[in-house]
């Protein structure tokens, strides 16, 4: 096909949860949207397949719940260390339903979504340049011509290969996740919990600075991965599949696992930890902009949000350079750079060790983990009032103020 033009008032570059709930939005908002991935759907991504409440009430804010299946999820369990920890889901701003789905099923639905709503979705079709005229993107180039754009969003996930034409750099001097993943078939897959491993060890015993995750699918298989946190000081120095692996052996048993199939493995970047998400006329969302929660490795839901945040702004504000990482810092700062400084401490190889026993082990246990899972699933807001919720502001706004240098979709 010849170069061609055409014209959109909004382009989505990317169609992973992020691009797919914001052309819905887009469209739903009357706008003329296009939402482009170089992939076509059904396609797989790496992932835990895992929504806590943010998640699934960031789909019903979105008029989308319906894409879910009925299976739902009361918490998280946590175990290691010789304790297990249940903590049910708070009763808080978010509710209390959790869920999971396979994102190969997932991402189809809500490009179905954005495509109902009235938006454009072109597959098979990655951006591949950029033109500006005076600071703005005029063109996008796509094996199926220029698009000229009045605003773009881009939502092309962590490593952000159009973002990265845009100028989006990631600090890996700040935390980020290494992880793995796969599906075993489970006569438990129907159990309501989310459950985590904290304490890994590889065949010799040894203990391996990572985590596990059984994230039941209600469909007769698991999500079964493992991940680790990572710095370009403190690299992870370990084989995530081969982790995977050893953690199935370990659990097999207790849940009568199949096989692993399906291994992929992938990197995360986490807690906003990126600089120049956004320009005169378009803006970075989602993993794009590193929104995933350092403390668990959630992404999903602050894909859905920022969507709607970016979309929200579009026709009111003449240049986003400013005002979307400022809207991004007030939404989430604050939460990630704590949270970016507490998993930091997980770096370190004998912090888990140590702390592990005292936390998942007898009373100590039994009353902070409950708090825990709710601060690693970011499920307080601005209107809990509670101790933990005030204690977590604080200690956010304290952090902040002494990290003030930390990149922060930093303006460079
Ligand atoms: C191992 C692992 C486990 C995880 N577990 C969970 C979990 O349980 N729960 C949770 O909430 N989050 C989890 N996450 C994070 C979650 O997967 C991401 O936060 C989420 O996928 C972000 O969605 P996105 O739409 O921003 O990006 P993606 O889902 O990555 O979508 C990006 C899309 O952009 C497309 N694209 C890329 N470049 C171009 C281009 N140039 N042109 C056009 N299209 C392009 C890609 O094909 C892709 O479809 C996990 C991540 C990993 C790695």
């Known amino acids: 096909m010849g170069l061609v033009s055409m014209n959109f008032e909004c382009v989505v570059v990317g169609a992973g949860p992020s691009g ?3 052309a819905l939005a887009a ?14 759907f059904p396609r797989d991504k790496t992932c835990g397949d895992g929504l806590t409440p943010r998640g699934v009430h960031a789909l019903r804010q979105l008029g989308i719940i319906d894409v879910l299946p009925e299976y739902r999820n009361n918490g998280l369990k946590l175990h290691g260390y010789g304790g297990s920890v ?9 509710g209390q339903e959790g869920s999971a789905m396979p994102r190969e099923l997932f991402d189809d639905a809500l490009v179905h979504q954005a495509r109902t709503a009235g938006a454009q979705v072109w597959e098979g079709c990655p951006a591949t340049d950029v033109e500006f005229t005076d600071g703005r993107i005029t063109g996008i180039v796509t094996p199926q011509g220029v698009i000229r754009p009045k605003w773009v969003i881009v939502a092309d996930g962590v490593r952000s290969p159009f973002g990265k034409l845009l100028g989006r750099t990631w600090h890996k001097g700040e935390v980020y996740g290494i992880a793995a993943r796969s599906y075993c078939a489970s006569p438990l897959s129907d159990e309501p919990w989310m459950h985590s491993h904290v304490e890994l060890r590889d065949s010799e015993g040894e203990i391996q600075p990572g985590y596990g995750w059984i994230f ?6 698991v999500n079964l991965g493992c991940g680790a946190l990572s710095t370009s000081d403190r690299p992870a120095k370990i084989n995530t599949k081969k982790l995977l692996s050893q953690y199935a052996e370990h659990v097999r ?5 199949g096989p692993e199939q399906r291994v992929t493995s992938a990197m995360l970047p986490m807690g906003g930890a990126v600089s120049n ?4 006329n378009w803006m970075l969302i989602g993993d794009a902009a590193a929104c995933v929660n350092p403390l668990n ?9 920022t969507a709607q945040m970016a979309v929200n702004r579009l026709g009111t504000e003449s240049d986003f350079t400013l005002t979307w990482p400022f809207a991004l810092r007030e939404a989430y700062g604050e939460a990630f750079v704590l949270a970016r400084t507490a998993a930091r401490l997980l770096t370190y190889p004998k912090f888990l060790p140590l702390a592990g026993p005292v936390a998942l082990r007898g009373p ?6 409950p708090a825990a899972a709710r601060l690693m699933g970011n499920l307080i807001t601005d209107e809990d009032r509670d101790l933990i919720a005030r204690t977590w502001r604080t200690a956010g706004k304290a952090v902040s103020a002494f990290r003030r240098d930390t990149p922060l979709w930093s303006v460079e």
Do not use: F, K, Q, S
């Not at 048993?253 to 696992?257: P, R």
């Not at 490795?297 to 949000?305: A, N, R, S, V």
């Open 277 to 280: 998400v956004a320009g005169a």
């Open 27 to 40: 469209a739903r908002r009357g706008l003329d949207v296009v939402l482009l991935d170089g992939a076509t």
């Open 253 to 257: 048993e207790e849940w009568d696992l």
């Open 364 to 369: 100590v246990g039994a009353a902070l983990m």
């Open 20 to 22: 797919a709930a914001a």
């Open 86 to 94: 249940t903590a049910p889901w708070p009763d808080g701003h978010y």
């Open 297 to 305: 490795g959630e992404g999903i839901d602050y894909g859905l949000e």
């Open 216 to 221: 039941p699918l209600g469909n007769g298989e």
